[in-house]
Every structure is written in structure tokens, then in C-alpha cells.
């Protein structure tokens, strides 16, 4: 439930300025990392090639997941760009001059120090908790972990769940506080982001800001709609600047800034050339890409959809009016509901994808029987057909798995292929049924996409004349769809004979919504793991 | 009067509740007037919109004209017009968007008389709109014909407040708003006349999530409690068979009233906000949006895009400056028509 207006209130008329303490953190070591891998990621994106695009994205999760989060400076860092590959066939591919050694070399000096960022970040919790001001901690969900890690129990007072603001209706519900910790830049969207209004409405005394120097804070964050966007850099130390049109609401911040450590190749004066959150703001990869938001749901992974578009859901409340409804993401639809994905025709949800597909069993089954005789020997057959990826020998294993929520195969529709050549698949055997006129493979990749929620969003079947009746058809499940929200957070039920739509539903309870992503047409209404979905946050 | 949004804790009325119940209170009304729309940003969730809706609304307790009763006649006759040409022969479940009908409502066709309110009656198909006579059937199938506005008073359209009581059971109460001005002028015959001028556009979550947020905030004169729910007496919302204010449903995007023309519309929620300004039936009218900036930045630019001053809207400043000071956290813009 949102606080109570009247506490806020009480709140803004007790404090004529609230504080920013901003603690810009310098390391020469990790400026080195820094700039190294930004250097390779600029480099990757610029290439044509499907595949730089793909690793420079993967590098930018890195980058930024260092710069937004308290990281331990250990062997996972020199070890995640160790596994891009083995520097000099890396540098070669790539044509990079050194920058590649150059990272690696960096990230190695860093497991010989404690990240001072963290350092501050626990010396200012633990001077908070010594003042007894109640404090809370703005991170995204996945950058929760360094936090916890942050924390001796038996010597610090543990931070516990209560502390934690993941999203701005976490902050919505939260009563007034003592001070906001936040690590990295105040960004409105992606990487490091935090509501505009712990700005423009704050509800605790002091921010306390730990960021990277050469990080700065974007441009008009703290946006009221009413009032022009206030510049941090151009307004230090006061309220606002309102139209002249317009009444601010005359919120104002005094601001500090305290610098420490040194890092002596960087720039001494804020370049936006050099700040990562504003030269990699974008993913990198080609094509044409649109703003998503992304729903987050229980059994892992999430679906990217276009922002404030309808989706069709489910509340569980018991006293709901109507607990099935085509939903706004973020206004209506909310944590604790169920997306529903509406999977029509082709496949029979009644026996085939509660457990497997009906082309996936197959070619699973055959796929694994590759891995147990000589798994490098089809990993090498794949890479030498083009499935260039990194980590193959992994993926394959993933692509083994047993279908969960979606069917675990390939990304990419010419990899797929590759993959169902490679496995020699007997076609005319294992497809009695084939009246379309598609190869095996083509009909194996139907039932994937399928899986992963493409049938709607395809839009053959006219979107809102399906989802219509699908709510027709559901308010007919009620009761068996509430007993399987109480039991899990993931479910499926077919459509029972007779009805005006065959197939199914798949449901997926949400955990969060989290707006800042850029993606392809392609990637959105689908099921995706949150490795992938990473790629695509903005920054 | 104290005021509590928090059970238990009871508090005079705080300062920007009395802002914003005075900002719908002094909202020009009524003559020749330039359009305007404001956008009222607020530093959290809350009821706000209900709460200068209810001060719009204690203003019109003061007007004359401000009631159903007028056009009350034409009202019914344009209803059984939609009913007996458009939506008794069409054969799609009502849905106007797709069918393109040009209404937003469906027309039954029922009737209700403030004599025998349980019943409901059937406009007639001898209804003749070229001499103005509405005709509706018994369930003996007996027919009656009104020919004058003076009859029709006491029917109204299934599902919406009547226009006018003709007892002073189910009346409103003044007493409710009495704590929440200094002296309210209320002329008493509105106290019995529905008035569907003023309009409350609700939450994108529909009726109920708007109702249950209005009802957690409460007034206490000393004698009794109101929440705003019912102060606002929105049909359905209270046990009063007045309605002063009609409901605007984002969800459904149906108003709760046939053929309602309504000058100002108070608009709670960004989403409800850039429907309104959408709409057509809104066109005319005052808007007022109340939003809170614990949202997204998309959603917060969207709204903000709306605020605008552009070739046909430009900043009020003179309405800006005609208002107090602004309790901290608040801050308003106000477009008006040009050239006005």
C-alpha cells in the first residue's frame, strides 16, 4: 500500500532542503579496466558482424554491473573476460591493438586490492547504523547479492529485506526515512536506475551517492512533468528552477561532493567522451530497436513488452472483480499477477508441451545422445557449420535441458538449423504429420517460437479478437486457474475441446517490472532468460 | 473538521488538503471563459483528485444551474433515439470502438420511475421524435406517452441517478460540507437534483480501485464520519440518490451516464489524464489532471507533453498567480485557449 499523502506531507513541511552527499570514488587500476573494455566495446559495435555485436553487448553487462554495483575485486572479474576467449585469437579476430591484454592485465592488478567503493559504501552504512538514521539502499534486483556481501553478520547489524528499494513502487510504499543509499550515477531508466522522484519528491533527509568518478548523474533527472528539468550541474545548492509558467514544488537540495583516490590517466574535469553511461548508453547490437519494458517472472527469465501496452493477466486476489484482464504494464498490472501468454493452435497443450514439444523430444533426445558419445565432437561440428558462439560447449548443454517454461534451443533460427542438420534427424520418419509443407526443421523451430510466445505477437490471428476470446474462455477456468496460482508460480492449461480458440495458456507470476530496455522487434512478447534481457538494458 | 487518510490518527484539516479542496472550490465555472488544463503534480500517491473534485463540486451546490433537470426531456429522447435506431437492432455485443455506432454508451432502452423505482420500463417503439413524444411500455404491456418535460421529470434512464427527487428522502446532506468551508452557500433545491456538469475521471484501474482510494480518506465534523467516497456522491458511491458528480471510468472508457456534458472533468492518474484529453466528449471542457511523480520517467514525459503551451494553449499565469502559496511538494501548470 502507497504511504499515507499526510506522512509525506508532514515530511516535506519539516525539511526546507534535503542533501546529496556524492562520494566519487577514483582507482587507478579499475580506471584502467574501465577505459580497456570500454575501448573493445566501441570497437565490437562498429563491426557489421552479428557476432562482435553480440560479445560487445555481453561485455557492456560487465562494465556496467561494475560500475552500478558494489563488486568484491576477485578472480570472477579477470575470469569473466578471460572467457571472451584466449587474448590472442581474441585480438586477432577482432583486430583490437592490445586493448584486450590490456584489460585482462587490469583486472588482475584489481584482485590485489579491496574495491574502495565498497569500502565507503560500508564505512557510510555502518557510520549510518552507528547515528542511529534509518537508511535504505536503492539497487536493482540482480545487484542485490554485493550488498549482502558487503556485511560481516557477526560484526554489522545485518541489512535486511526491509532495506532494500528495488523499484519505484517499492519506494511508492516506503514511509519517510533517514537517508537513501545509492551506488552509481541517478539515471531515470537502465543501468543504475532510480526513480526520478527521489528527487523531485524526496521522502528521506540525505542521499548518499558512492559512484566511480567520471560517472555523472543524467542530464534533468528529478523530472517533474510541471516544472522544466532541473540540471544538476547547473543547479547546485537550490530549489529547482520552475517555468515562469508554471508553480515548482519547491523541493530543493544542498549538495556535497567528496573525492577520493586517484586515478592519474584519467581527465581531472567530467568528459562525456569518457563516461561509459553516456557513450555506451545503447546495446550495440544492428538493427531496428524499440523501448520495452521488462516483466520479471518467478520461475526466472522474463518478457520484454512495448511500454504501457495491454497485456493479458491474471490478478489472484480473491475478491476481484475481474481477475482476468488485459492490464497497462506498470499502472494496472503489478507484481504478485500473472502474465498470460496465449499459445493458439498447432499445438496440442494437452499432452505435448506440459512436459516436452512434440519435434523437441525428438531432437533433444538425439542431441543428448550426442553429448554422452563425444560432445566435443558435435560442439566442433556446430562451430565449424557457424554456430560461432561463446561458451558453445555450455550452451549445447542448456539446449539439452528438458523444456521448463519455453523450449530450451538456440537462439537464432540459422543456428537452429545448423543444429538439426548437424544431428541428421531422420525427417521422413519423424514427421507423419507434416501438411504445411515445412521441412522438419522448420516445423521444430514453429513449435520453439511457440514456446516462447510469438503466436500473439505474430498478429496473424488478429491480437485483439484472439485475446478477447481468450478472456472469454478463461473466465471459464477461473476456479481451476486459482487453485494453480496457489500451488506455483508457473502453469499451464489447455484450452478445452469445443471452445472458439485450440491450444493453451501459459501463466507466469510476476516479481518485477523494470522499464530502460532497448530491443528488436523479434525479442519482444518472448520468454527470455535474464542473461540475454541484460544485453539489452539501456545505461 | 479533522481529517485522518491514516486509521486511527486524526489531524485538523492539514494545509494541502484545504489547498486542493479550495483549488476545485475556486475553479472558474460557468459565462464565457477560456478552456483551460492544469496538471497538478504531487510528491505521492493519494486521493487528491477527490479531494478538489469534492471542492468543484460544494461550488455547483451554489449555482442555479447547475443540475439535470434542464434538457432533462431532450436527454431521454436522444436516449430512446440511440436505443430504438442504433442499439436494439445491432447485433454485436456493445462495443462502439469496433462498431464505429459514434456513441460510447449502450441504450437499453430501460426506464425508471422515481414512483415505482424497482421497476424497470421499455422505451417503446411508437415513440414519435418528429412530435416529441417518448413512449415507454408497462410490463402488461400497457403503453405511456409523455409529451411534456414537466412528466419526464420523474423517469430517468435505467442505471443513472434520477435528475430530480421528489421527497427529500435520499436527499444530500450540506451538513457533510459544512466543515469543509466557512460558510458553503448551498442553494437547498440543488440538495435533490443529480448534476452531471462536473466530472470525476477515475483511476486506470477502474470504479473500485478509485472508490477504495477516495474512501481512505475521512472527515470528522465531531457528529459523524464522511469519507470522500460518499462526499462525492458519485452514483453507486453513496447511499444518496442525487448524483452531483459523474464517474468517468478509464478501464471501460464509459462514463456512467447517458449524453452527460460536463465543463470541468478532475482526472486522477496520468493514464486517466491523457484519456480525457483524448476524448472527444471532453473537448470542451476544463480539464484538471492530478498526478504523482512516483511513476516512470515515460510515463511522467508523457504527461508532461501534454502541459505543453502550443498554438492553441498557452500558460495561464493569471489564474497561477490568483493561487496561494503552493504547500511544499505540489507544483501546477495551467494552459488556457488562446486568444480568449
Redesign the interface.
Known sequence: MPTAASSIFDFLSRHENCSVQRYEIASASFGALRRAMASIIRHLRESQDHDANEISDQMRVLLFTWLTSPVEFNATIPEAIQSFGEPTVFEMRWGLRGEYREALRAAANLTSEENPLRAKLRTVIRELRAAGIPSKIFCHRKARPHFDSLLVPSSDVCVDESCFLHSVRDYNNTPPFGALLKVGPLRSAGWGAVPDAVMSAPRFETLIQIVWSGCADEPGFGYDPVTSPMNHAANQNHAPAAHHDTLGNNVSWLRNITRSGEDPLATIEYTPGEDEFYILREPGQQGGRRPATFVEIAEGGGILYPPNSMILSFDPAPDIKLPFALRQIGETLTTEMFVILTHVGDVDFGNVLASEGRYSLIWKQQLNEEMQINPDGICRILQNNGVSLLSLRTCVENWCQPSTTVIHAPQQKKHFKILIEALSIDAVANDKNNSAGLTWWQRAWNEIRISRGEAIQAGVQGHEVVEQQALNILTKLLSDVRRKAIASAGFRIAIPNGEELSGGFVFHKIIAIEEGYLVSETEIRVVRDLNTVEQWRMS | MD?S??PG?W?PI???VRFLINLGYGWPRGGPKPRRIA??????????AGLIAVGAMVRDLADPRANDVDGHYDKLLLYARQFLESCDPCDMKCQPEIRHCGYTKQATGKLRSIRIPRQTFLVSNRTDFAERKLAWTYRSGMIEWTYTPQHAIKWYIDGEPPPELNETDGELSSEAYKGLFDQPIVLLENLRRSYSGLCFAGR???E??SRELCA?MRFNNGIAEYSLDELLTIHGWSECNVSRIAFFNP?TEKLDRSNASSNLVIAD???SFLKVCDRAEFAASDIIGV??????????????AK?L?NQWMS???DK?CE?PT????????ILKERGM
Open positions: 481529517f487518510d491514516i490518527e489531524q492539514p494545509s494541502w496538471l497538478i503534480s504531487m510528491p505521492c500517491d493519494s486521493a487528491a486506470a484501474g477502474g473500485s480501485v481512505s478501464r492518474g496520468d493514464t498526478i504523482h511523480r512516483n511513476v516512470e520517467r515515460d510515463r511522467l514525459e508523457a504527461v508532461g502541459i503551451p500558460a495561464d499565469t497561477l493561487l503552493l504547500p511544499r511538494g505540489i507544483s501546477i501548470a
